[in-house]
T-cell receptor, first 114, second 110 residues
Framework: GAVVSQHPSWVICKSGTSVKIECRSL??????MFWYRQFPKQSLMLMAT?????????EQGVEKDKFLINHASLTLSTLTVTSAHPEDSSFYIC??????????FGPGTRLTVL | RKEVEQDPGPFNVPEGATVAFNCTYS??????FFWYRQDCRKEPKLLMS???SGNEDGRFTAQLNRASQYISLLIRDSKLSDSATYLC???????????FGSGTRLLVRP
């Protein structure tokens, strides 16, 4: 399958700071990437759809001013969690859409906000 | 009603057993169906897509029943390494967005 990387794999930050997570498709170009969040023992919840060269589309209940998404190239999307709070602590996973409509996932970023 | 529902399990089976999972979905317009495997604290990995005619990959068989709106995954000759959470995913019918079930946990014991 296609390879998607995420950086960092884990991050611990203080409440009120901002954290940027990068998602890269390494061996294919992805005009569309997705950002998910997964709390312990729960399923993946789609946060937003990231479209190269245009604004992201956010799911209901997800604050676009808090979770900033930038998809500046065909291989990179970034998610910035602004003014992080402890309740933002979660496992953030990106995926990239392949030409065959399959989504390939990055390894995830575990965020802990103190 | 949840859009995609799965029995959370856990399914606790001995090595060599055959185990089946079902997943129901509510959107009749959904066109794409997938099974993913997720290990603890890891990302989901695509196990297989599910096609209308059913498809098989080694010990794994996936089937789709559009009339009853469910997909199934059958694992034959279970291995210890099959222990994981199995997530079904269904597209929302109008885009490539996927909606995931909450997962079914499988434990294969020696």
């Amino acid at each position: 399958g296609a390879v998607v990387s995420q950086h960092p794999s884990w991050v611990i930050c203080k409440s009120g700071t901002s954290v940027k997570i990068e998602c890269r498709s390494l061996d294919f170009q992805a005009t569309t990437m997705f950002w998910y969040r997964q709390f312990p023992k729960q399923s993946l919840m789609l946060m937003a759809t990231s479209n190269e060269g245009s604004k992201a589309t956010y799911e209901q209940g997800v604050e676009k001013d808090k979770f900033l998404i930038n998809h500046a190239s065909l291989t990179l999307s970034t998610l910035t969690v602004t003014s992080a709070h402890p309740e933002d602590s979660s496992f953030y996973i990106c995926s990239a859409l392949s030409g065959g409509a399959e989504q390939f996932f990055g390894p995830g970023t575990r965020l802990t906000v103190l | 009603r949840k859009e995609v529902e799965q029995d959370p399990g856990p399914f606790n089976v001995p090595e060599g057993a055959t185990v089946a999972f079902n997943c129901t979905y509510s959107n009749s317009a959904s066109q794409s169906f997938f099974w993913y495997r997720q290990d603890c604290r890891k990302e989901p990995k695509l196990l297989m897509s599910v096609y209308s005619s059913g498809n098989e990959d080694g010990r794994f068989t996936a089937q789709l029943n559009r009339a009853s709106q469910y997909i199934s995954l059958l694992i034959r000759d279970s291995k210890l390494s099959d222990s994981a959470t199995y997530l079904c995913a269904v597209n929302d019918g109008s885009s490539y967005k996927l909606i995931f079930g909450s997962g079914t946990r499988l434990l294969v014991r020696p």
